[in-house]
Structure formats: C-alpha cells, structure tokens
C-alpha cells in the first residue's frame, strides 16, 4: 500500500507539472471542412509502386530534386549537402556542395546556377562548380525561418515561400497544430537584389510553381489542405485566389509539366484525429506539450496529385501500404518523367509519365503551353 500511494503521488505530480507547463503554441481553431470521398480519381491505387527506386537508403530525407542540361539528379538532404547522381547509372550519389545549412527546395535558372531554398540559411544560389552564395535572409526586417519551396519564372523572377516565421523546421509541426498564419510568399529579383513580400499571413506556406507563361503562381498551403494562386499579370495582377480547395492530405512541393499539369505532392492523408483537434483549440495547446512520438503523426502514405488548369484532380498515383514511396514532399516532372523526393525516407523514386494510366486521355486543352 506505501508503494502504491508513493506511486499515485509521482503521478499526481508529473501530471500536475504537465497541465501547469506553458504550451509551446496558441492555438487558433478551425472547422475543416469533411474530407473527399477516395473515389473517382482518388480510388485506392498502387501506381506508385510501379516506379523505379533510386539511391535507396543513400539518401537522408531528400525533400526535392532538380535536373541540370546533362541530366544529372539532384537533390538536398538533412546533412547539409546537395548530392548529385546519374538517375541511369545506378552509381552512388556525389557530393556536389555543402550549403552549411538544409537545402530543401530546388530548381535550376537560366544561367545554369541551382536556387535553393535552405531552411536555416535562406535563399541560395549555387554555381556550376559549387560556389554557394546566399542571395537573401531577411525581408521587410524579418529573417526567414523556414525557406522552403522555391521556383524561377520564365523572365528570371525567382519566388520562393518562408514557411513560418516563427517555428523552425524541426518543430514545422507545431506550427500546423497551431493554425497561425505565419507564412510569406516572396519573389526576389536577381539583378536587382530586391526581395519583396508578395502575400503575407499564409498557413504554412510550402511548395510553389509558376505557370508555363508566367501569368501566375500556385502556393500551398499545407495545414489547410489547399492551393492558392497569385495572378502577377493581367487585370488580376497581385490578387489571390483558392485554387484547389480539401485535398484529401497535405499538399507540398508543386511542379507543372509541358502539358500544363499541376503535380502536386502530398506527404500523408488526412487525419481525422487532427481535423477533431482543429475544432478544439485547447485541446491543441494541452497535445502541443506533449513529446512529439504522441502528437498525432502522418502516417505513411504515398500520395501524389496530378490537377488540371482549372485545379480538378485528373488522376492520382499512390502506395496505400506507405511501404515503397511514402511521405512525398515533391513529385518533379524532368525529361518526360516524374522524380519523388521525400523528407521522411531514404530513397528517390522514378516514373515515366508514359506510364500513369489514362493520363493523357484525361488532360484538358490549356492555353498555358
């Protein structure tokens, strides 16, 4: 009896200490909307499975990848690098350059120098022979937090997103929980060194794509199960609108193919737990103080979209065992085929276009070639 009643007080105290501690979050709530029925071009597939895996557990966490004019692959990972590999060999990965911090989105500009969005050393450039540079920390005196998605338009604009200005990407979580708008879409101008905030108080601002003919950008915004567009020409210049509205998980990376498809990756499903938990915004803060392992996770799931110019879901590729190809962050069209990168495995994944089923029977006529 001594024994039990020592024990029940050691509960009664860690627990008194946990209820009493300050939450690392202020929650917002939300009321998401009832997810997409997994039918029509989201009936359960195994298309995902049908891919190549490249590299596989050479990598660590390999957000997203870019292709240069030789066709070599590149991709960002968690120990500061930017590995290079011939996609057709089957050779180990080269370290090409070390950016000193966490590259995560990349893409190639005209010049032939890879722009990378780091996490912790903001937006970067890096020349053919492995100079790194970095172009931008700060804009209208806030320093990036999490440099994330990161695209260049056909004039040389680049865009890019800072995630959140508050949390970092290891707790990237938290600010999902939270449901704070701490996000910013920015373009930086590489003659003249401008950076400039294009849309401010984003949910989580992630991946990002400009259109073929550069009359507008796709950005997500992860938490809310959404994509957004920014018209930056035409009558509708700087004006935002929804584009995608209750994807069925949470949108990343984006690409855009010749054919004027959206790829869009998306790490995990829903999950109903967090949708309960939007609705409860104390309730967040209690689950925000607990260790991350007992946080609601993302499940493995692989899931990639594919989205037409008015933003309707054409087909979509997926692993429902989440055992092959699962928690993709990027599903990157080079050369006629689609690269996965993923934040939370240790492979890259490989398929033709030629081989997603119905896929051109399904694309509509765009004047965005």
Known sequence: MKWLLILLLIVFLLSGSFLLSPSPIESHGWQPPSPPAMNGPLSPNERLRLADILAKGQLEHPEDTAMDSQGRLYTGTADGWILRLDPDSGGEPERWADTGGRPMGLVFDQEGNLIVADVER????VTRAGDVQRLTREAEGLPFSLTDGVDVAPDGMIYFTDASSRHSLDDHQLDMLAMRPNGRLLSYH?????TRVLLRNLYFANGVVVSPDGAF?????TPRYRLLRFWL???EAGRAEVFADNLPGFPGNLDVDSKGRYWVALPSLR???????HRQPWLKDVVARLPEPLRPGAGQYGLVLALDSDGRI???LQDTRGDYLWGLTSARVHDGELFFGSLYSQRLGRLPLSAVP???EATPQTDNQ
């Open 122 to 125: 903001g937006l970067l450039a």
């Open 190 to 194: 590489p003659e003249t060194g401008r």
């Open 217 to 221: 950008l796709l950005v997500s915004e």
């Open 233 to 235: 020409s035409g009558p």
């Open 271 to 277: 999950r109903p737990s967090l949708d309960f938990l």
């Open 314 to 316: 054409i087909t979509s």
């Open 358 to 360: 119905g896929l051109e």
